[in-house]
């Protein structure tokens, strides 16, 4: 039997613990004032008092210009200075690569796309490289300090290490992309999944703004999840959690072998959707026409109303809508969003996926679509290189 050991909190934890609710409150109610944070919090107010004064002299928060009285003495209101720290955030797919500079409170200052890499192992790094140099070259013009570089991978990483473990569309097999980008950039260097990123970057920066816990599902090139509750990512206890393109959609698809794509992302992905459409239409329609279907080809087609479209659309809502239901009765999250290429069809499968779900489940779930969209992953690089460079704590308690 697994015995778990109870340890006490050391005092260095506790001022850690302290800071990191702080810092929070500050972000997200700043301006305030010093006794309305020892309030809050419950913290004395010279523990307060002197981790401000430790935030200050990070350059993570300032004073303002108000002024509140406080025993008899004026003392100004702080606010996060998020704008006076930057990030380097990026979403390399399978296909594209997006990078921005950002400062912390999510203002883009700059952005680059690659809409077709085409690349595969170290060529992919490589190229990762070259656009990296671009963006810090952009970033370090302004004269800002660059506080970390986050970067979102398709595929399963090992949060300890950094190691990519597999990402099929890169061709990447335990790749140790964290070591290779730490000995050629002297930064903080944060490698997660692309979707637990983007999900993050949708809890923090979306409009969703009650939401604590919340799977955003991306469809595109293959199809993944990124689960957070209570604002922090689960990664579940092999860093597969949330690796949804592997589900069974039904029974036929035992006893058989999936050493790339999993069985759902053969189906519903945005390559699944275009290689049934090419199926429907193999003999029927020109080759070269065929073969350069992608999925926004075929939810065209069902909007123009063509036969062939039908099908595949509908067959695409049921795999979704059996997908969603499972996520939302393991989980039960605030929101379930799709994100991905996929989402900019939103519209044709929401409504029809809760009319699917009607009766079949106690509760139906709140599903929308991304408010991010393809910036998404960069806005959560955002928030976990500022938690990977705070000494970040984050605590929720059960009443």
């Known amino acids: 039997m697994k015995s778990h050991i109870i340890t006490t909190i050391t005092a260095t934890e506790m001022r850690a613990i302290n800071r990191s609710a702080i810092l929070e409150l500050i972000r ?4 305030i004032s010093r ?3 020892g309030t809050r919090l419950q913290v004395s107010l010279p523990t307060v008092m002197r981790i401000i004064d430790d935030l200050i002299a990070e350059d993570l928060v300032c004073h303002t210009g108000t002024k509140e009285w406080s025993g008899g003495r004026k003392r100004s209101l702080v606010e996060f200075n998020g704008s006076g720290h930057l990030v380097i955030g990026l979403d390399l797919g399978g296909t594209k690569l997006y ?3 950002t400062d912390l409170n999510g203002t883009i200052l700059h952005e680059a796309h690659i809409a077709h890499h085409r690349t595969q192992c170290e060529d992919s790094y490589q190229l990762l ?6 963006l810090l070259a952009c970033a370090r013009s ?3 300090p660059v506080r970390g570089i986050g970067l979102g991978v398709p595929g399963i990483i090992n949060q300890q290490s950094g190691v990519v473990k597999l990402a099929p ?6 790749f140790p992309l964290r070591q290779r980008l730490s000995e050629r950039y002297n930064l903080s260097i944060l490698v997660e999944n692309d979707v637990n990123l983007a999900a993050v970057g949708e809890l923090w920066f979306g409009s969703e703004t009650d939401a604590e816990s919340l799977v955003l599902i991306t469809i595109g090139t293959g199809i993944g999840a990124g689960v957070v509750i209570n ?3 689960y990664p579940g206890s092999h860093d597969m959690a949330g690796e949804i393109g592997y589900l069974l959609p039904d029974r036929t698809h035992l006893d058989r072998s999936y050493p790339g794509f999993g069985a759902l992302e053969q189906l519903a992905s945005g390559t699944g959707i275009a290689a049934r459409a090419r199926q429907a239409l193999n003999g029927k329609r020109p080759l070269e026409e065929i073969e350069a279907f992608t999925a926004e080809d075929v939810f065209a087609a069902a909007r123009r109303g063509e036969p062939w479209a039908q099908p595949i659309l509908s067959e ?3 795999y979704l809508a059996q997908t969603i239901a499972a996520i939302n009765q393991i989980f039960d999250p605030d929101l379930i969003l799709l994100g991905g290429g996929v989402s900019r069809s939103a519209d044709l499968l929401i409504n029809p996926i809760l009319e699917r779900l009607r009766g079949t489940i106690p509760l139906l779930p709140r599903l929308g679509a991304s408010h991010l969209g393809y910036r998404a992953a960069v806005m959560g690089s955002i928030v976990q290189v500022l938690r990977i460079t705070s000494d970040y704590y984050w605590l929720h308690k059960y009443s």
């Open 231 to 233: 604002g922090m990512v």
């Open 169 to 174: 569309s890169l061709d990447w097999t335990d």
């Open 129 to 134: 490289c070259a656009f990296i140099d671009d």
């Open 142 to 144: 302004t004269g800002l």
């Open 316 to 318: 695409t809502i049921d």
């Open 28 to 31: 997200s109610n700043g301006p």
């Open 99 to 101: 990078g921005a500079v």
């Open 35 to 37: 006794s309305e944070i």
